[in-house]
Nanobody
C-alpha cells in the first residue's frame, strides 16, 4: 500500500500549487481521503477531506475559498489545488486514507478527528513553503 504526495515546493505569497496524492496497493473505491498539514512547532491540522466517490468534501476555515480538493478515480489520485497561498500555509502536507465513505453530516468532524478509528494509510508528506 502506498500513498505518495507530490507537487510541493516553494512559492511566493499569493502563488499557487497543486498537490497530488497518488495511491496504490488497495481498492481506492470506497475510501475517504484526507489532507493534513503540520508546521514546525505546531500540531497537525486537517485541511481538507473528500470521499473517493467525490460525494462530499470538507475544508477547514483556514483554507476555505482558497483550496480545492478533487479526485480522479481512474488515476486513483486525489488533488489539492492551493491558491492565494499565504506564509501561514507553510507546512508539510500529508494525505491519508480510511476505508469507508464519510457522510455529509460527519465529514467535518471525521476530517478534523482523523477518521472513525484513525486513518488506515498515510503518505510521507510533501513540503510547501510560502514566502512573504
Amino acid at each position: 500500500v502506498q500513498l505518495v504526495e507530490s507537487g510541493g515546493g516553494a512559492v511566493e505569497s499569493g502563488g499557487s500549487l497543486r498537490l497530488s496524492c497518488t495511491t496504490s496497493g488497495f481498492i481506492f473505491d470506497g475510501y475517504a481521503v484526507a489532507w493534513w498539514r503540520q508546521a514546525p512547532g505546531k500540531e497537525r491540522e486537517a485541511v481538507s477531506c473528500i470521499n473517493s466517490d467525490d460525494s462530499v468534501s470538507y475544508y477547514s476555515d483556514s483554507v476555505k475559498g482558497r483550496f480545492t480538493v478533487s479526485v480522479d478515480n481512474a488515476k486513483k489520485t486525489v488533488y489539492l489545488q492551493m491558491s492565494s497561498l499565504k506564509p501561514e500555509d507553510t507546512a508539510v502536507y500529508y494525505c491519508a486514507a480510511e476505508s469507508g465513505t464519510w457522510g455529509e453530516m460527519y465529514i467535518d468532524t471525521l476530517c478534523q478527528k482523523g477518521g472513525y478509528y484513525g486513518m488506515d494509510y498515510w503518505g510521507k508528506g510533501t513540503q510547501v513553503t510560502v514566502s512573504s
